[in-house]
């Protein structure tokens, strides 16, 4: 094999937030538990580049993170030192999936680098992640709109069940609150074990609402249909969920009260990613611009901006050295190599779902 030819020598992946938009059965009566609805969204997103190195270094936001999936990974596999640079991050606790993303995209990386590509889904119960829900690393993989299929015996991230394209002519309005946090970790476990059974005939109402609604909704651009489904899906959980919440039904009180000036404008679909403190709104496109106007204007406390649904997985760079360039450090000859990959000679860029197929193994 020509020099410059046996590996990647830098691999630079994008990946998106997700909304969580409801679990349909948290306490799993006759099944399976938990069934989560969500959303793959263009932005915000976490991007991490990774590259061969004389000596491990993390740069960036969430480096214990990063640490903590370069530490899990190098324990069974031979990998080379890296430099990992984190050039985005999700806000972490926000409801938008920023540890499954950061998780994925270091560890996709870094298998890549090493030779050793694999599914998401594997790579997601390597790490630890995917554990109650499955949409996060559903996202990863293909982007849409998504149903799993809930948390087995087995313990490994929940199937997916179903994907849809997100209709184009919708869009996302975010309200980011960022002086709070969603509950999570060990704060969210407690949550889970201390609150009352979910009702067996509550579940059944919201699979079909979700079966009946939200679903169909998507997959014929019905947003009154879907915005119907949605919107009860959303008050019967955040009302459960009511005793961890500041604001009862949502967590966080300012966007409690853009959710309402929502509701009354007639925008139902509309509630809080999962526990929080992140709200949205999905409007028709011409529209967007101007609901989140008037909510910027009525809340200055938010961060209010719209943004698409992704229907795609995560961004995937690899990036090669030209033949006859040294992959021995992280200095000139790696960004030699960087700069030919913007050109176009180099760089092989592809997403998680077409990693999903190519991998040995891969169902």
Request: with cysteine; glycine share 14%; charged share 25%.
């Amino acid at each position: 094999m020509r020099e410059g030819r046996a590996g990647p020598t830098a691999v630079r992946v994008v990946a998106p937030a997700r909304l969580h938009l409801g679990f349909l059965d948290p306490t799993g009566g006759p099944g399976r538990r938990f069934l989560g609805l969500g959303l793959s969204l263009e932005a915000p997103v976490t991007a991490v580049r990774v590259e061969v190195a004389d000596r491990d270094r993390i740069e960036g936001p969430e480096a214990a993170r990063v640490g903590a999936v370069l530490a899990r990974l190098r324990a069974d596999r031979a990998l080379p030192p890296v430099r990992i640079r984190v050039e985005a991050a999700l806000p972490a606790h926000a409801g938008l999936g920023s540890g499954t993303q950061l998780a994925l995209a270091v560890g996709t990386a870094l298998l890549r680098l090493a030779g050793r590509p694999g599914p998401p889904r594997r790579l997601a119960a390597r790490l630890g992640r995917g554990r109650r829900s499955g949409l996060g690393v559903a996202a990863f993989a293909r982007g849409g709109f998504l149903l799993d299929g809930g948390k087995g015996a087995d313990g490994a991230p929940p199937p997916l069940l179903a994907r849809l394209p997100f209709p184009a002519g919708w869009r996302v309005v975010l309200l980011r609150d960022p002086a709070r946090e969603g509950l999570s970790g060990a704060e969210e476990e407690r949550a889970f074990r201390t609150l009352p059974p979910f009702p067996e005939p509550l579940a059944a109402r919201l699979a079909h609402l979700a079966l009946a609604c939200v679903l169909p909704g998507v997959a014929d651009a019905d947003l009154r249909l879907f915005g119907r489904g949605l919107a009860e899906i959303q008050d019967r959980l955040g009302d459960w969920y009511a005793p961890f919440q500041a604001a009862g039904r949502w967590s966080s009180p300012v966007v409690a009260r853009a959710l309402a000036e929502l509701r009354a404008r007639g925008i139902a679909a509309s509630g809080q990613s999962s526990w929080g403190p992140t709200g949205f709104a999905v409007v028709p496109a011409p529209e967007a611009e101007a609901v989140a106007a008037d909510l910027a204007r009525a809340f200055p406390e938010l961060r209010v901006e719209v943004v698409r649904g992704r229907n795609r997985g995560a961004r995937i760079e690899t990036i090669r050295a030209p033949a006859g360039t040294c992959r021995g450090g992280a200095g000139g000859d790696i960004r030699r190599a960087s700069t030919g990959a913007r050109d176009g000679a180099g760089t092989a860029v592809g997403t998680a779902a077409e990693t999903q197929r190519a991998a040995p193994g891969a169902r």
